[in-house]
């Protein structure tokens, strides 16, 4: 029976993991999932983990070859996982940059380096704490967990690619009947005004993607975005419409969606701020401890490692502090070309570096408590932008043109960074069960993000 101590590769087994094949497969499943997870981020406002559909996915086509095995379709889903981890960090900062109107379009190569550059950072800074979290804490990791249990289940002979398969086929067939055919309406919607002053509004949306998240968040998330929903638009906007009066010249059809956009929705703004910040402040101890023995690994890190154990071996210690400086440069160039300042450009390197140090601890931290799919990037972001916001007004003044705008490059960077930190220790995590090798899954995530920044600007356009 498989126990924590117990991998179910031993370590002296040296089965094939990082293959052209695994390699081609898992680049081109994360830029599929990057994209099908952008897509779903912007609609719902939700993104989920898909290391496990990833991990289907990848047995699926493995299973055509002859020769496969369970850490090669570990790889794969490693890389793979790593698109749908991307795209959150991208859609959650990147499209302000367009709301604000600083950019017109999403610029390809910028999109490309940014998600690139914060993907790449976000799995170097992990790797010190790889051993510190999921071998000394043990923290839960469940999306990790339950990834190695449906590869050990593929390995035996599981059904879960029949299950992926249905699911996906109703899903095809429900959109494709509502959106495509028209036979039914994806949103139904109503609203009635009462003398100017009542204001009453019902809406539902039939789309598969909401139903789906719904089921793969859970009942509590699914329940505390429903109450969002309903005090916005059953008490708020009912409330501020018996104040103030109804707008002028405006269907009653319209009303609510014209007050949501230019009032209502800066109550969620402020909700999302309160919760990002209070989410740091309720793990502050916790975080002090993960931040401190990150430092102390970082510092370990960097020394000769004895150890010739497969399961144990990470990046070395030179490749990171390389590869972090290349992917440096790139962020420089373009904040140098934003902002048209060296100094500043200076300064934003500086607290994009600390800040994705710190927050990607975070995110590798609350990945192992609440998994990826509840892990709070968002308010995560908000509070890099409030910090990055609040220095670059010391030190560019309060009324800077190009301040919102150097904000939001920090927190993208800084967003994908995070993102991506509690995919890898996640994946990390799964390979610690299946007796995978780390110093390859952190390869493969690192492939993982490149192929899937490709397809980020392209996406977001759409």
């Known amino acids: 029976m498989h126990t924590e ?41 939700l993104t989920v983990s898909a290391s496990i559909p990833a991990a ?14 369970i850490l090669e379709n570990n790889i794969v889903q490693t890389a793979a996982s790593a698109g749908e981890a991307l795209a959150c960090g991208a859609i959650f900062t990147l499209p302000a940059l367009i709301c604000m109107g600083y950019w017109q379009s999403f610029s ?18 992990t790797i010190p704490l790889r051993s510190t979290l999921i071998i000394e804490q043990k923290l839960a990791f469940p ?38 055919a028209g036979v039914w309406k994806d949103v139904v919607s109503g609203a009635l005004l009462v003398k100017e002053k009542l204001f009453i509004y019902f809406g539902a949306n039939l789309s598969p993607a909401l139903l789906s998240v719904g089921y793969i968040v859970g009942m509590n998330i699914a329940v505390l975005i429903f109450i969002g929903g309903a005090i916005s638009w059953w008490i708020v906007l009912p409330a501020y419409i018996a104040l103030h009066g109804a707008p002028a010249g405006i269907p009653a059809a319209d009303i609510g969606s014209a007050l949501w956009s230019g009032k209502i929705r800066f109550l969620g703004v402020g909700a999302m701020v309160v919760g990002g910040i209070w989410a740091l402040v309720s ?4 975080l002090a401890t993960v931040i401190t023995d990150g430092a102390r690994m970082l510092k370990n890190f960097g020394g000769e490692r004895s150890t010739t154990i497969r399961t144990e071996k990470d990046m070395r210690f030179t490749w990171i502090v390389a590869l972090t400086v290349v992917v440096l440069v790139p962020i420089g160039y373009i904040y140098v070309r934003e902002i048209h300042s060296a100094p500043i450009s200076i300064f934003m390197l500086v607290i994009m570096c600390v800040g994705g140090f710190l927050f990607a601890a975070v ?56 993102s991506i930190a509690g995919d890898t220790m996640q994946d990390l995590k799964a390979g610690h069960v299946l007796g995978a090798t780390p110093v390859k899954q952190q390869v493969m995530q690192i492939v993982g993000v490149l192929a899937a920044s490709l397809v980020m ?3 977001l356009n759409l």
């Open 5 to 45: 101590n117990k991998p179910y590769i031993a370590h002296t087994v040296v089965l094939p993991e990082i293959t052209v094949k695994g390699v081609i497969l898992g680049a081109l499943l994360s830029m599929l999932l990057a994209g099908a997870n952008a897509y779903l981020g912007l609609f719902a406002g």
């Open 56 to 69: 289907v996915v990848s047995m699926a086509v493995l299973g055509f070859f002859k020769r496969s095995n």
């Open 108 to 125: 390809y190569w910028e999109t490309v380096l940014i998600t690139a550059s914060g993907g790449v950072l976000g799995v170097l800074f």
């Open 143 to 180: 999306e990790g967990v339950a990834t190695a249990e449906v590869l050990k289940s593929g390995d035996r002979g599981g059904s879960e690619v029949r299950h992926l398969a249905l699911a996906a086929a109703a899903g095809g067939i429900f959109k494709l009947m509502g959106s495509g």
């Open 283 to 286: 793990i502050r101890s916790s």
């Open 363 to 418: 995110a590798g931290y609350m990945a192992g408590l609440v998994g990826s799919s509840n892990n709070p990037v968002s308010g995560v972001t908000v509070a890099t932008i409030l910090v990055s916001a609040l220095l670059l007004s010391i030190f560019m003044g309060a009324h800077s043109a190009i301040g919102p705008a150097s904000a939001i490059l920090i927190g993208s960077v800084v967003a994908c960074a995070a």
């Open 457 to 459: 600007g392209p996406v």
